[in-house]
């Protein structure tokens, strides 16, 4: 059984939804989820973290309530009227409000719209920016425009939707990488501009959460496994994607079923009707062995849109909500695009986390065993370390963090089924064939916020036809460089450094409104060859997601 039209399966997906929330009359916690973004989750991931805590960190974006058993999220926004929180009125009844910030005293007729069971929170998105590249003389400017409105109905359903749109002119290596992908990096489709390229993605879900143990979500997104600034498994490296989200928690384990829909859109103009659809589902399995040890479990499975007939549609064999795919994928005689993973992370002494990750595309344990290089030993690993309130200094936080993906990794035979969506990696923005450290170094007291980071990366890259295995967007069955005797960055070695000091001043937490100004400096040295960019920027901006300039 196949649907063969995604409107199918969003409307199957909704219906399932809703006569859930027919069915069930219990009133448990909020449905709403908050925000991927680095600096609006900073504002509680250090108590998120604490070893005696037992949240699941490593499966983002999180549920308002989950996170609310940890901690008052409404007080570490300054006991501000928080978009994603709900408060009841005396009256038991819940209404409109408009973010402000410090307000602790609010009136019901000045603040709300007032409606039985219905409260609706509005905010607009903005971003206005500029900045000057010293390296080449370029100014750089760009402004987006949008609006969120979120809606919850009784303590159990919410429903979010944001749209935005963008002009913007980007500094020459991000210029070129948009006109090799015709993306803007996690922000849509790129139209040419006089300015530079003009862009507009959206965003939204339907929430429902029956009782303590389900949750179930319907959206426009993107989703995140694991604990550190990357994610080898899932990351949010790319532009938004419709997705079914189960969610179930049951004693110390939570178990997350994702099912999405994905595109490729290289010569589509930008155009839905030309986009090459196909499909992934993930499934991840976070266990808290102890209050310090909690261990992840994952696996994907990506699917191409049309097989040899022209018609395949959503595979309903991989609705299969159990863990593991592969006997699934061999009893299907499938040739789809597997991958299995491990997420660990050990927190310890209260302020300190150790992460790390494992992702295995394919291998062969005798070849692996022969160190031969072998060019199907596909694989990578991530290790890192979080310190919160360093050397006993309250928001001083230290981030370190060590990826490294072999040759070859995510890539397929079919070109239609690589781990990508919107021709962006939907792990690591740098795709395969390399290893990289990055550090964060963050001070954050009340609505002040400085951070400086370094990340240095090796990158291998092909050139004048070669495959070394560092293109994931290039099918494996292209003439490889070599079968054996493959090693991290082959290729063409692209050396990257990139340093950046930001200070940012937070006008409006619920909404990452903030007013920010930095200086950043990347140095590439590639076939004998050294290239900079320093960047002076100042910028006001609402931010709720975030993105990936640092490739």
Known sequence: MRFNHPAKFGIVAFCLILCNVIASNNCYGQATYLPLNRDLNGFFDAELN???????????????????EVIDIDSVFYRARSLYSYVELDSGKYGIVFPARHRKEYNGSA???DSRNIRIVAGPLLSVNGGYDVASSKTISGSSLGAIITAGFGKKLA??????TGNSAFLPYVDAAISTSEVVPGRGYAHCSKEGYFYSNYAGYISYSPDEI???QLGQGKNFFGNGYRSLLLSDNTNNYPYLKISTKIWKLKYVNLYT??????GSGGIPTRFTRKYATFHYLSWNITKGISIGLFES????????SGTRGYDV?????IIFYRPVEFAQGSSDNALIGLNLSIRFLKNQQLYGQLILDEFLLRELRAQSGWWANKHGFQLGLKSYNLFKVKGLSLQTEFNYVRPFTYSHGLYSQNYSHFNQALAHPLGANFYESVSFLKYQQGSFLVEGKFSYALKGKDSNGSNWGGDIFLDYQTVRSREFENEIAQGDQNHISYIDLRFAYILLPELNLRLEAGISNRLLRAQGITTQVNFIYLGLSTSLSNVYHDF
């Open 261 to 266: 829909i994905m595109n490729d859109v290289h």
């Open 50 to 68: 604490r070893n005696d805590f037992t949240a699941h960190s490593a499966i983002r974006p999180y549920l308002y309530a989950e996170v609310n």
């Open 111 to 113: 603040d709300m719209w």
């Open 214 to 216: 389900f949750n179930f």
């Open 317 to 321: 064999n991989y609705l299969n909500p």
């Open 159 to 164: 429903v979010s939707g944001s749209w935005q």
């Open 301 to 308: 499975i990506v699917w191409q849109g049309k097989d040899s």
